[in-house]
């Protein structure tokens, strides 16, 4: 070996202890939930604007997530409240704490019949009227933050919760005005519009048999007549009774027939018996007790442990809200990982640790 060699080997062996010192040691990096998933999926949340403008609040999201979804600031009333007439000031501000973060983030919705725009459709419009107003709608939103949306909820919940009706639409006004065309078209505005970005049908209540049916068989019929969907967003408002193991993994295994992604968008658990993303549920719940605490963090460790099966089919999760003090089912539904001074709770510890549950799942009884 020459003296040269030599030299080289040492000053390499100096400069990695020299960086060695440096580092902090591993276990005192700061490992968020996004790092214990980070060979499954993305782990992200819906955030509102103090989030993104309180200090503490901007730490926690950066630690814990990499994927930010905008509660209800991109949503199409908020966005265009009359035509023509834009309020990006707060979708924009969700965006650029993204932009400058480098976080990527789920676009959220496109069309909905709540929070929606009521100048497409209120005067009456005819099919195609209607359906020029969408199309802009859609264009003007997904070309603003195509840069850094990576995926859109282009339709929210246009299927009906009622088992026993025929048609197994909900009976939107733009459904009346434009049948099934309101969905498939908003797939194909937006894929327009942002060729790139991945296109999810999204709806509640996916691990009801009727429903999830209901949503493949859609999804189908939408592949057939080539509309451009990527993936279906699991809502995932789920209570501490239900969904089973079983009941969850019957919702995927029937969604991965149909689509290459899934996205859990909205998870929260709620520890009353109320389900769903309408707002048939009391604000006003128990105080938590120990064994709550249990039984939530134990169904947050049942689900998680079944997106980590799926995670070939499941690329990211997202939970509604940043802690429970932002839920939008008030605090005592002690919905979050995080509890209403943004601490986190018991089932934290069970969602990072991938714990299993400790006790069996509570039984639905309305006694
Ligand atoms: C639905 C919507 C969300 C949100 C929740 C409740 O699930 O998709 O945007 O509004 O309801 O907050």
Redesign the pocket.
């Known amino acids: 070996m020459t003296r040269r060699s030599l030299l080289a080997i040492g000053f390499i062996v100096a400069r990695s202890l020299f960086l060695d010192a440096q580092m902090p040691a591993q276990e005192n990096i700061a490992q968020g939930m996004k790092d214990a998933y980070k060979d499954y999926f993305m782990v992200g949340v819906a955030v509102n604007q103090r989030n993104i403008s309180v200090p503490e609040q901007q730490a926690l999201l950066l630690q814990e997530f990499n994927s930010i979804t905008a509660?209800?600031d991109m949503?199409p009333g908020p966005t265009e409240p009359q035509e023509g007439v834009y309020r990006w000031e707060k979708a924009d501000a969700i965006a650029n704490f993204c932009r400058e973060n480098g976080l990527k983030m789920r676009g959220?919705?496109l069309m909905?019949h709540?929070?929606t725009c009521r100048w497409m459709y209120e005067d009456n419009p005819d099919k195609e009227v209607f359906l020029a107003r969408m199309r802009s709608h859609i264009h003007a939103v997904v070309s603003r933050y195509k840069d850094v949306v990576y995926c859109w909820?282009v339709v929210?919940?246009a299927l009906t919760d009622d088992a026993m009706a025929e048609d197994p639409y909900r009976q939107s006004p733009m459904y009346k005005i434009a049948g099934e065309d309101f969905i498939f078209k908003a797939f194909e505005y937006a894929r327009e519009a942002d060729p790139d970005a991945l296109l999810f049908y999204?709806d509640?209540n996916e691990c009801d048999p009727v429903k999830s049916q209901r949503m493949a068989d859609m999804v189908k019929r939408m592949k057939k007549a080539g509309v451009p969907i990527d993936g279906i967003g699991m809502?995932g408002?789920y209570n501490i009774y239900s969904p089973t193991e079983k009941e969850l993994e019957q919702a995927i295994r029937k969604f991965r027939k149909v689509v290459d992604h899934i996205h859990v968008t909205?998870l929260d658990i709620r520890v009353n018996k109320d389900m769903g993303?309408n707002l048939r549920f009391s604000r006003e719940g128990m105080e938590i007790s120990d064994s709550t605490e249990q039984f939530l963090a134990d169904q947050y460790a049942r689900v998680f442990h079944v997106f980590r099966k799926y995670h070939k089919v499941i690329d990211c999760v997202t939970f509604?809200n940043l802690s429970d003090k932002d839920s939008?089912l008030g605090v005592r539904n002690y919905a979050t990982p995080f509890d209403a001074d943004y601490q986190p709770k018991r089932a934290y510890e069970y969602i990072v640790e991938k714990k299993a549950p400790l006790w069996p799942q509570p039984e639905k009884s309305d006694k």
């Open positions: 509660e209800n949503k959220h919705c909905w709540n929070q909820d929210n919940e999204n509640y809502q408002h909205e993303g509604w939008w």
